[in-house]
């Protein structure tokens, strides 16, 4: 271990931390995206550690360029006052935050800030600039790579139960914006709007949610209650915590509501609900339970295009258009026996870009094989359920085929 000591005074409070914490003699203290709440949990700390250090070498690009900067403002005799300043950005991100928001996504830090955040909100202020960090970086992720977005947070929430309710709240906000800016076209205000509802529409239930997601037992009627006032909830807590949109906040009181219908009879706010509950529909088929295995990407895509009353529904339809039959992170077989995980949209909803991961025998290819699904001999025949690829794809080498 290579151990720098930190002045407490540029711990950040009440964000998440940028690297591991740990103590003067290597213990861990708390884990990269610990949210420290306030000073008294601060010397806590530094009681059992006597000291607060980090770990060069395991704390990463995001540590060194924090350090750099920090370093610069102490040489230069910058005040505590301005330090802390340092670590908000004028969007409310901190420094990992603003580090995150000029590169590629971390998934896993990502699951971690939602699941925080969303599981044990901050109070007001504090919540409205965290949230609208995360909601940003993720805006700009749907508009700057929408597939690796798509292929991410899909292939996530297949196999998540720890952190189902934050990895299904980013998922569901995701192809909510990419929907509505790709094939609506809705103005960008409109878009980051659904964005940020679909991002908090769950926001009273996610202990529950994330409860429910390792629960074998049927449901309590407590549990029932709870999910059927949540809606409600939601909105009253989002009240709360600064929320004053009366768009956004109608959006989260009937996201559950189910409401058939063509869209152009809604208000704006329904228009945004219902894309949300379809998006809902979609993310909570596709993601496993203690109970029950995943459903394949083409079941869960039937349950969103079908609406109550078995028509087909208009803002289902816009989802499955947009994000395809076979979206990125599905798997799916080839005319060729293969079986492949799509990558990219591709030119209509039935012909992506996939790369083959199990070959015609069932054994793993190795390094994923692109293929392209509009060529006959590559055809996809269906799709193949999570549980049956019978092999461990690192998230990281999929995105670099996108």
């Given at each position: 271990?290579?151990?720098?000591?930190?002045?407490?005074?540029?711990?950040?409070?009440?964000?998440?931390?940028?690297?591991?914490?740990?103590?003067?003699?290597?213990?861990?203290?708390?884990?990269?995206?610990?949210v420290i709440r306030n000073r008294d949990e601060l010397n806590l700390m530094v009681a059992r550690g006597l000291s607060l250090c980090v770990d060069t070498a395991e704390s990463g690009d995001s540590h060194r360029a924090y350090?750099?900067?920090?370093?610069?403002?102490?040489?230069?005799?910058?005040?505590?006052?301005?330090?802390?300043?340092?670590?908000?950005?004028?969007?409310?991100?901190?420094?990992?935050?603003?580090?995150?928001?000029?590169?590629?996504?971390?998934?896993?830090?990502?699951?971690?800030?939602?699941?925080?955040?969303?599981?044990?909100?901050?109070?007001?202020?504090?919540?409205?600039?965290?949230?609208?960090?995360?909601?940003?970086?993720?805006?700009?992720?749907?508009?700057?790579?929408?597939?690796?977005?798509?292929?991410?947070?899909?292939?996530?929430?297949?196999?998540?139960?720890?952190?189902?309710?934050?990895?299904?709240?980013?998922?569901?906000?995701?192809?909510?914006?990419?929907?509505?800016?790709?094939?609506?076209?809705?103005?960008?205000?409109?878009?980051?709007?659904?964005?940020?509802?679909?991002?908090?529409?769950?926001?009273?239930?996610?202990?529950?949610?994330?409860?429910?997601?390792?629960?074998?037992?049927?449901?309590?009627?407590?549990?029932?209650?709870?999910?059927?006032?949540?809606?409600?909830?939601?909105?009253?807590?989002?009240?709360?915590?600064?929320?004053?949109?009366?768009?956004?906040?109608?959006?989260?009181?009937?996201?559950?509501?189910?409401?058939?219908?063509?869209?152009?009879?809604?208000?704006?706010?329904?228009?945004?609900?219902?894309?949300?509950?379809?998006?809902?529909?979609?993310?909570?088929?596709?993601?496993?339970?203690?109970?029950?295995?995943?459903?394949?990407?083409?079941?869960?895509?039937?349950?969103?295009?079908?609406?109550?009353?078995?028509?087909?529904?208009?803002?289902?339809?816009?989802?499955?258009?947009?994000?395809?039959?076979?979206?990125?992170?599905?798997?799916?077989?080839?005319?060729?026996?293969?079986?492949?995980?799509?990558?990219?949209?591709?030119?209509?909803?039935?012909?992506?870009?996939?790369?083959?991961?199990?070959?015609?025998?069932?054994?793993?290819?190795?390094?994923?094989?692109?293929?392209?699904?509009?060529?006959?001999?590559?055809?996809?025949?269906?799709?193949?359920?999570?549980?049956?690829?019978?092999?461990?794809?690192?998230?990281?080498?999929?995105?670099?085929?996108?």
């Amino acid at each position: 271990m290579n151990l720098v000591a930190l002045n407490i005074d540029t711990i950040p409070l009440g964000q998440p931390l940028p690297f591991v914490l740990r103590g003067a003699s290597g213990v861990l203290l708390a884990q990269r995206g610990y949210v420290i709440r306030n000073r008294d949990e601060l010397n806590l700390m530094v009681a059992r550690g006597l000291s607060l250090c980090v770990d060069t070498a395991e704390s990463g690009d995001s540590h060194r360029a924090y350090l750099a900067q920090l370093q610069k403002m102490l040489l230069t005799d910058t005040s505590l006052g301005q330090i802390a300043a340092m670590k908000i950005s004028a969007g409310g991100a901190s420094g990992r935050e603003r580090v995150a928001a000029n590169g590629p996504p971390d998934w896993p830090e990502l699951q971690l800030r939602a699941t925080q955040l969303l599981r044990s909100p901050p109070p007001a202020a504090e919540f409205g600039e965290r949230f609208d960090a995360l909601h940003g970086e993720l805006a700009r992720h749907c508009s700057a790579t929408p597939d690796a977005t798509l292929l991410a947070l899909i292939y996530l929430s297949g196999q998540e139960t720890q952190q189902y309710s934050g990895t299904h709240a980013m998922l569901v906000a995701c192809a909510c914006m990419i929907v509505t800016a790709e094939h609506l076209r809705w103005p960008q205000s409109r878009v980051l709007r659904i964005g940020r509802a679909a991002l908090s529409m769950n926001i009273a239930m996610t202990t529950l949610q994330d409860q429910l997601a390792v629960q074998t037992q049927p449901l309590t009627a407590q549990q029932l209650a709870e999910i059927e006032s949540h809606s409600a909830r939601s909105e009253a807590l989002l009240r709360q915590l600064g929320v004053g949109d009366p768009v956004w906040l109608e959006a989260v009181r009937c996201h559950h509501q189910r409401a058939p219908g063509p869209m152009s009879a809604k208000s704006e706010a329904q228009q945004m609900a219902r894309l949300i509950q379809r998006a809902d529909i979609f993310a909570a088929r596709l993601a496993p339970r203690a109970s029950r295995a995943p459903m394949p990407v083409t079941a869960a895509m039937q349950a969103t295009y079908y609406d109550e009353a078995h028509q087909v529904d208009e803002a289902g339809s816009a989802l499955v258009k947009a994000l395809g039959v076979y979206p990125p992170g599905a798997f799916v077989r080839l005319a060729t026996q293969e079986v492949a995980v799509v990558l990219r949209r591709g030119a209509s909803a039935t012909t992506p870009r996939v790369a083959v991961v199990l070959n015609r025998s069932g054994m793993p290819t190795g390094e994923p094989i692109p293929r392209d699904t509009a060529q006959p001999a590559w055809k996809i025949t269906g799709a193949v359920a999570l549980r049956d690829v019978r092999v461990q794809l690192p998230l990281s080498r999929m995105l670099a085929l996108v």
